[in-house]
């Protein structure tokens, strides 16, 4: 099993900082079943206070199970949660901790100011509600009733809800997955500026360019794991591929895969994918060998392809296991 | 703290549908039942008038409807997921179900209200120490009840939620001897005799001072809020996964 890919140069890194010494969100060897269904099955996960963590994952790897352990809305079954040194309920009762669930709606019957109101008046030290209004542009609507809203501004709303307590901890479970394009663009910039305050978030999604954007550090999960964690950046370094695409009529696929550098061929109609180990060495070679080649473009492979491979190589792990 | 009870409140009174029909139905009723038997004045050998003897009927079936509305409106946050956010919050859960009696109790006392009003304009007339007592022995009979409209709302959906409390209201309110008194020595009295909602109805005897509360009352009311309240504790942990 350790034989799986791991990054672990970011988390050192940041193990050395000072960040630790104040306590950040550690997960020691947490398990969790639900009857026969293993959702979490040993995970070890820590944050540093100030960082931007996603929790990345396709649909049923573990991750709401693991922020339910990570609030203490669920126990695990073994193994540990740390919130600023502290259980998740102490932690949650000082007020530091601010989370937007995957589910759920509004309560009915109030204004969203007289929610966010509401809710400001169980914490300790609240932001200004009209702060939070602004801050996540729920302003505009902040007279209405809840159950008067659309999706977007009922999760603008929730949004509010989970900063209105100016948190320490920002904890948001697949937080735009209701909203729309131009809604998740505000969400994740409000969201930045929240982290740069200094504030702790850790976010689920199973969107990769939303990791890639705007996390500092991406923890990939499939089916119950931690199948990778490191800065985005060395996840996809890490799987090291690039693809080349360029329009070539005639050449046969064997003679493409054969090239030094690629590692895999494929056609679409006139186009022709290449998969690449080197893609230095296959630009060079596909040129010496077929130069009427064209619209040649090379990309780095996304998160979404190291992802794919990630989860498919542990998935394989699993079953040979 | 306060803020956020003063909103339970208000989300209470906002709820125009909800607030009208838990105090409108009881009074509808009442005037059905009583509008023809106001001059009777001695109801089934009761001693009691047929006006104050259904405005306490009803009175109790209005208060038991409005303490248990607070199970419906637990399920429906639950429904919601509201419970979990709240849950992530510094609220406790006995500020959480504090909030939660003390609206059904504050709807409990407006329906005593309406069927008081209700009452006096059918010519009930009662010193008003006597009134007093009467609602203060009410207001005791429906502290059971809170816990059962708690274990209610954590126990059961809100999709089948309201059938649980309509049910439960009906049985109470039908042993209690809300729609007829319950007299003689038969089966049903001695059961009626162990149930909250008898002594509930039985308060206007204690408010005429015909006969008193006795200790057996107490013993009843006490009993069923100690049983009600361990299962109400139990229906929260189970619920929330709380120790």
């Excluded at chain 2, 209005?62 to 919050?89: F, K």
């Excluded at chain 2, 309406?114 to 203060?136: F, H, K, N, P």
């Amino acid at each position: 099993m350790r034989s799986a890919p791991a990054v672990s140069a970011g988390s050192a890194a940041s193990a050395a900082g000072s960040g630790r010494h104040a306590g950040g969100v550690e997960l020691r060897g947490l398990f969790k079943s639900f009857g026969p269904i293993e959702a979490v099955r040993g995970i070890d996960v820590s944050v540093t206070r100030g960082e931007t963590v996603a929790l990345l994952g396709p649909n049923g790897a573990g991750k709401s199970t693991t922020i339910d352990m990570m609030l203490g809305l669920a126990q695990p079954d073994r193994g540990s949660v740390s919130v600023f040194g502290r259980e998740p309920s102490a932690a949650i009762a000082a007020g530091a901790v601010g989370a937007m669930l995957q589910t759920g709606s509004l309560l009915r019957d109030l204004s969203v100011r007289e929610l966010l109101d509401m809710m400001a008046s169980l914490y300790p030290s609240p932001m200004p509600v009209q702060e939070a209004l602004v801050l996540t542009g729920a302003d505009a609507f902040a007279d209405q009733r809840t159950q008067k809203l659309s999706g977007g501004e009922t999760q603008r709303a929730r949004f509010a809800v989970a900063l209105v307590s100016d948190p320490q901890l920002l904890v948001l479970d697949e937080p735009t997955a209701a909203m729309d394009v131009e809604g998740r663009r505000a969400f994740w910039e409000t969201m930045r500026g929240f982290a740069a305050r200094g504030r702790t978030i850790v976010f689920a999604t199973h969107y990769l360019e939303e990791a890639d954007a705007y996390a500092d550090r991406a923890v990939l999960m499939a089916a119950g794991r931690i199948v990778a964690d490191g800065p985005t950046t060395e996840i996809r370094a890490m799987v090291g591929t690039r693809t080349i695409r360029a329009t070539l009529p005639d050449a046969p696929l064997e003679a493409l895969a054969g090239l030094p550098g690629v590692t895999g061929a494929e056609r679409r109609g006139e186009a022709i994918v290449l998969t690449c180990s080197d893609s230095d060495a296959a630009i060079r070679a596909l040129l010496a060998a077929h130069p009427g080649v064209r619209d040649i473009e090379i990309a780095a492979a996304g998160l979404e392809e190291a992802f794919l491979e990630l989860t498919s190589a542990r998935a394989q792990a699993d079953r040979r296991s | 703290m306060f803020p956020y009870m003063r909103y339970e409140l208000l989300r209470v009174l906002r709820n125009r549908r909800f607030f009208l029909l838990s105090l409108g139905f009881p009074l509808v009723l009442y005037f059905l039942i009583a509008g023809p038997n106001h001059n009777v004045s001695n109801l089934s050998g009761t001693g009691l008038s047929a006006p104050l003897y259904y405005m306490l009927g009803l009175t109790s079936f209005g208060t038991m409807g409005a303490m248990l509305s607070c199970g419906g409106r637990i399920a429906a946050e639950r429904d919601a997921g509201w419970n979990r956010q709240l849950r992530i919050t510094p609220l406790s859960p006995r500020a959480y179900i504090a909030a939660k009696v003390l609206t059904a109790y504050v709807m409990a006392c407006m329906s005593i209200a309406a069927l008081y009003l209700a009452g006096a304009s059918l010519g009930v007339s009662i010193a008003a120490g006597r009134w007093l007592e009467m609602t203060g022995l009410i207001l005791v009979a429906l502290i059971p009840l809170a816990p059962l409209g708690i274990a209610l709302g954590h126990h059961i959906k809100a999709d089948s939620v309201g059938p649980a409390i309509g049910g439960s209201i009906s049985l109470l309110a039908f042993l209690g001897g809300t729609w007829f008194p319950i007299t003689g020595h038969g089966f049903l009295h001695g059961v009626a005799q162990e149930l909250p909602s008898y002594w509930l109805v039985q308060a206007s005897h204690v408010g005429l001072g015909a006969r008193a509360w006795p200790a057996h009352a107490w013993l009843v009311i006490a009993g069923w809020t100690a049983a009600l309240s361990v299962v109400a504790l139990r229906s929260y942990r189970r619920d929330t996964g709380r120790a």
